[in-house]
């Protein structure tokens, strides 16, 4: 399993990449700081996505809640959470 995690605050990352590890041993982990990150880190079609809809922006209007309509609108917004 491929897992996305999407999130400014690198304390969540590891805590995230701790969990997701204990859960799946054979998971791998990728993690992105901001929405460009995060488009660039999508093209790798990971199977889950976690994404922090309050995502600092970078560059303004990139919120993580427009990454989220962005990946409903391209049919992949199942895969968030």
Known sequence: MNVLVVDDEP?????MQRSIGRMWADAKVA??????EAER?????PDVVTLD????PDPPKLLGLGLLKRLVK?????RVM
Do not use: C, I, Y
Not at 53 to 56: E, P, R, V
């Open 31 to 36: 993690t992105a700081t901001s929405v460009p």
């Open 74 to 78: 391209a049919g992949r917004g199942d």
């Open 41 to 45: 880190a999508l093209e790798a079609q």
């Open 11 to 15: 304390m969540f990352h590891r805590a």
């Open 53 to 56: 809809l309050g995502l600092a």
